[in-house]
T-cell receptor, first 113, second 117 residues
Framework: RKEVEQDPGPFNVPEGATVAFNCTYS??????FFWYRQDCRKEPKLLMS?????NEDGRFTAQLNRASQYISLLIRDSKLSDSATYLC??????????????WGLGTSLAVNP | ETGVTQTPRHLVMGMTNKKSLKCEQH?????MYWYKQSAKKPLELMFV???????ENNSVPSRFSPECPNSSHLFLHLHTLQPEDSALYLC????????????????FGPGTRLLVL
């Protein structure tokens, strides 16, 4: 099982649609969870951290399900500018017991007019 | 946004060249990271420096040599690279490694797009 797994998509949705992405992770000891957004040929940018109680930021809602080891991202009322790749990120521990982030491959979203 | 800067933005080099990538962060962070991003692959962590000490070397070939003279600057020295090393090289920083979720949040530079001929 991959450490962090995402459906690569692409997801093609019309403007105004609601779209949801899931991401599963393999390390039950993971403590930190993030969603990043990456536009074509640009660097990843933090979209939101994911807290255990779930959190919302405008049209974006993130949820964490520890029992099933997955996090989700819900985007409501999609805009053309939401078109990007959404990266799921989870922390883990390296051989020296230092924490590091593990990145998913990303889910590609295209919002169409 | 100029929190993390990288130079050069684009680099073409032959397999016998030596070049260096530079990263600088203006966020007051103590951890800096080098990542490699290739097409169809997730971000690959290469090196981590936490308070100027290297804490991660993710089995990176010795033709890549990092240097962290202080908490604000990070270099990646390149020599005798191979065509398969062509990729986007991203630098990131965070408050510190191994702390809270907030401390682990990473901020990226724009990257150096490297082509090895």
């Amino acid at each position: 099982r991959k450490e962090v797994e995402q459906d690569p998509g692409p997801f093609n949705v019309p403007e105004g649609a609601t779209v949801a992405f899931n991401c599963t992770y393999s390390n039950s000891a993971s403590q930190s969870f993030f969603w990043y957004r990456q536009d074509c040929r640009k660097e990843p940018k933090l979209l939101m951290s994911v807290y255990s109680s779930g959190n919302e930021d405008g049209r974006f809602t993130a949820q964490l399900n520890r029992a099933s080891q997955y996090i989700s991202l819900l985007i409501r009322d999609s805009k053309l500018s939401d078109s990007a790749t959404y990266l799921c990120v989870v922390n883990a521990f390296n051989a020296g017991n230092n924490r590091k982030l593990i990145w998913g491959l990303g889910t590609s979203l295209a919002v169409n007019p | 946004e100029t929190g993390v800067t990288q130079t050069p933005r684009h680099l073409v080099m032959g397999m016998t060249n030596k070049k260096s990538l530079k990263c600088e962060q203006h966020l007051g962070h103590n951890a800096m990271y080098w990542y490699k991003q290739s097409a169809k692959k997730p971000l690959e962590l290469m090196f981590v420096y936490n308070f100027k000490e290297q804490t991660e070397n993710n089995s990176v070939p010795s033709r890549f040599s990092p240097e962290c003279p202080n908490s604000s600057h990070l270099f990646l020295h390149l020599h005798t690279l191979q065509p398969e090393d062509s990729a986007l090289y991203l630098c990131a920083s965070s408050q510190a490694q191994g702390t809270s979720s907030r401390g682990e949040t990473q901020y990226f530079g724009p990257g150096t797009r490297l082509l090895v001929l």
